[in-house]
């Protein structure tokens, strides 16, 4: 348990598993962004951690009450514990000096969680909630604000199901249980959360509550704020217990002050998520538009007729063009056969289409989507390309580990807005990151997908690849960053759609929520944690 | 706009167009609780106000504030803004000395009610933000707490349109505007809200996003507060806007501390709700199982095989004998008339379930839901039950005056819990009604319904009628408002589903929330509103 990965923490799989860059991808970055280099990271035989700072007292306080074999300060685990996965954090955990937090501590129970919140209050020790380490915005950095240490708090011991009941449809389990668990678990009972973020494989369930994550699938199954029916919160002031029945008006929801709180408020020690039948059949299916609008009028449309689909994504030009060419190889001899049979001009755009149910209501369901599409131009190209879309659905990360031991910075962005502001906010978007990443004479390769369809609008999700500077990696990032956070910001958009605020877009959550909104933030800040222990740092400025 | 209702303010509806008890409700009636006796409101004329306790000063800035015009003490309109309709409103505005506010002020924008927060705080009188006045729960009592008067803020000035988005579906309102206005508006370019709660005809959009309402079709459309995508709130700490996209994981859900607090920590000046297509068709339908428990099981088997309805509705033995017997002669007639064809034994329960979308949508919705209704012994009462309780869907709180006028005590409670609690639930309340309303020698009639299903649970929404004790009708109530509601508490269910917490339920919030729970909502109120102005002795005890 403690030390589970036997990767260095730099990586987001095994090294033993690299994604290797074909010679097509390989061509297709060279002519686009530029040629790649061999930047791999530096390896953990020539690092070491930096010091616990901890005194033995502080660490025998903590052993006293989580008991000591569950307060670790070898440096692997602190490594490990170092920091999540966004842009920043893998600059700074591939290079020579990676960040650790002071211990890790991993809790058996929800009241040991309490009794550590207190003890960390009594001795000024910051508390970062470590989840399953997935953050992309620096939710799960080392940074202890005010206080001379800080400890990562890990819920390994704490990943049980707790109750699990088919009458109600729920199950309610220990923070600490990731996904492929939790769903292995309800799969033998014929049942599944259907909650499916890109970081599935790693991320756990008091993640997902506490930073509002949105799996692929959450056109059919919902966002994991949606999921959430109840639950157990120690804080600084004590217990919450919230959600007490399917639907209330018992006053404000105070789940949703938790829901999203990043572990500033209290940290999540139960939830309850409400689970659905597994369904019996799924279909997934590649569908090519002959150009961006199209799609997005198709997926507008598709909505708006209750004639939704469960998993609906739509590729822009850049991104189809990018999928065709380096997708897995099944996936694009089908798709690029078809494509060229089809010969669509530059500009067509690929979408990827699930239903999930019993196969009668995938029959009706698809006809009724069906209906939509072909009025709006667009051609199947059936099964496989869908399949093998599903089949990789959670290997960017391994990629983006592959282009960046290849000298590349790859980012990627994500915002939520109206169906009428998208096509702006996409160019807005594009265009910072292109003005602020143009190095050596090239351009960097933008592109975007829509995905995650509300009935008012949708998310935009970004990815941009350059050209790495190695003497200035996090002042190059913080540029493009800045102007890109700002675009959405100007556009009226979300700054984040379900990678959540972290320390990254701390900055910008007052022109989400104004000044006002701000101060109210601060005021339950300080009823529920007044020392500042909790995550210091992340979420508020 | 001033004083638009003509009727007295004691009554839901017009006094000229009473709901007449039939001979064979009456004689209904009569068996199950006990006779009929005439016991009309005391007519208006035989009435006064209490006298206006605002000074000349005071009246004079409230004017400065929105104009002479718009701040009045007359008589009339005073009392009509008297309180909502809960059973303990209607009692004391039925009596000889129904309560009123100091004046009614009608402010026509934000900037108005912005100010007119600060001048009350600085006057120190309290404001009751006065929606349609359709609370059942006390939530718009012209109480000023520990200030020595109270103002009700109407929102009749401030009811248009002020943007409709066709492109993202939505519609941006005052929160005046009423549901049938809103429904006319929007109905003219195809659109509808689909709130449709059973004080439709009278509420308004800032008092469903203040309480949280659910409408009948909520298993469709959503509850009111899944509809509302932005907020602009006027507080004493200044405006908030909240709601910058369709999904978001920009940190708490801000939004969720003002929808549903009930105008508490501020005041609700513009909505944007999302909006949906008028449906094509609808189809209701009538349907009669063998049993309570047959039908419950099929609700429930309905959602998890995501075969449901857009409205669904299940009423216990007891209700649908009442409906049977009482309801509007074509329903009846038919529903009756098929009922004994079938031959069907006591205790079979009525549903009504209704689709709506296209032909082709309802027809596959309708045959999935059928293939789990024909399963659990359902069996159709066809199109013309279904479409006789669409017709009288808002006809409850009419006749209710009449069951009122009649000398009879009848009150709605509700509240909701998981699939699995939810016969105990009814069980418990049942008894709580029984044993605390019995009165000469007769048990008052207890009957109830599901509706508002979710995926893990449902709401229950119970009836009791009994003879009312005029000699001391609020102790009466009281007695069995506090049973009801202990036993709501000690089976874990919500105590409210919908119809918010007002000041009747108040002393349960922290049941609910927790002691924790309440501390916090009074931090935040703290934080907005330090001075108590608004709405006191709502939500919080």
Redesign the interface.
């Known amino acids: 348990m403690i030390g589970r990965y036997d990767e260095v923490s730099a990586r987001w799989g095994s090294p033993d598993k690299p994604i290797a860059i074909s010679d097509t991808a390989r061509a297709f970055l060279a002519e686009k962004v530029g040629p790649a280099r061999t930047t791999p990271p530096i390896p953990r035989t020539k690092l070491s951690a930096p010091a616990s700072r901890l005194s033995d007292d502080q660490r025998a306080r903590l052993q006293s009450v989580v008991g000591p074999q569950n307060v670790s300060i070898d440096d692997d685990v602190r490594l490990i514990h170092g920091g999540g996965f966004s842009y920043l954090d893998l600059v700074e955990r591939r290079g020579d000096s990676p960040p650790a937090p002071d211990a890790v501590v991993y809790p058996t129970s929800h009241e040991q969680v309490q009794e550590l919140i207190g003890v960390c209050g009594q001795l000024k020790i910051a508390i970062v909630p470590f989840g399953g380490g997935t953050s992309v915005v620096g939710g799960v950095r080392p940074e202890g604000g005010t206080h001379d240490a800080v400890i990562a708090v890990a819920f390994e011991q704490m990943a049980d199901v707790l109750a699990f009941?088919e009458?109600?449809?729920?199950v309610t389990v220990g923070p600490g249980i990731t996904g492929p668990t939790l769903e292995r678990l309800l799969g033998v009972r014929g049942m599944t959360l259907g909650h499916f973020p890109q970081s599935w494989e790693r991320a756990n369930i008091g993640g997902y509550a506490a930073?509002?994550?949105?799996g692929q699938a959450?056109a059919g199954y919902g966002?994991s704020?949606e999921m959430v029916?109840k639950i157990r919160v120690a804080?600084p002031?004590?217990?919450?217990?919230?959600g007490?029945?399917?639907?209330?008006?018992?006053?404000?929801?105070?789940r949703?002050?938790?829901?999203?709180?990043?572990g500033i408020?209290g940290i999540i020690t139960e939830v309850t998520m409400?689970i659905?039948?597994q369904p019996r059949d799924k279909r997934y299916e590649g569908v090519m538009f002959p150009s961006y609008e199209s799609g997005l009028r198709a997926f507008?449309e598709m909505v708006?007729?209750?004639a939704t689909a469960d998993m609906m994504r739509l590729s822009d030009p850049q991104e189809t063009l990018t999928n065709l060419t380096m997708a897995a190889d099944g996936m694009k001899a089908a798709a690029l056969d078809r494509y060229l049979k089809l010969r669509r001009v530059d500009g067509g755009c690929l979408a990827i289409f699930g239903w999930e149910?019993?196969r009668?209501?995938i029959g009706?369901r698809r006809?009724?989507s069906w209906r939509v599409l072909r009025t709006n131009g667009a051609v199947s190209l059936g099964k496989q390309v869908g399949n093998g879309w599903e089949h990789s659905r959670f290997s960017g990360p391994y990629l983006r580990d592959t282009l960046l031991d290849n000298g590349y910075l790859v980012e990627t962005l994500e915002?939520?807005?109206?169906?009428?502001?998208l096509p702006e906010l996409r160019t807005a978007v594009t265009d910072a990151l292109r003005s602020t990443l143009r190095r050596n004479g090239t351009d960097p390769w933008v592109m975007s997908h829509l995905s995650?369809v509300?009935?008012?609008?949708?998310?935009l999700y970004v990815t941009v690849i350059s050209q790495r500077d190695d003497e200035d990696a996090v002042n190059q990032w913080q540029k493009a960053k800045d102007a890109a956070c700002e675009a959405i910001v100007a556009q009226?958009?979300?700054?984040?759609?379900?990678?959540?605020?972290g320390r990254d877009?701390a900055r910008w959550?007052e022109a989400?929520?104004?000044s006002?909104?701000i101060?109210?933030?601060r005021?339950?800040k300080?009823?529920?944690d007044p020392e500042n222990i909790l995550n210091p740092g992340a979420?508020l400025p």
């Open positions: 009941d009458v109600n449809m729920t930073t509002r994550s949105s959450s966002r704020d029916e804080t002031r004590g217990e919450f217990r919230l007490r029945a399917p639907g209330s008006a018992a006053g404000p929801d105070l949703q002050l938790f829901i999203g709180s990043e408020f409400r659905r039948r507008r708006s007729r209750r149910g019993n009668t209501q009706s006809d009724e915002t939520c807005t109206g169906w009428r502001e995650h509300y009935e008012t609008g949708g998310s009226g958009a979300t700054i984040t759609h379900h990678h959540a605020v877009h959550l989400e929520v104004g006002q909104g101060d109210l933030l005021a339950v300080q009823e529920l979420l």
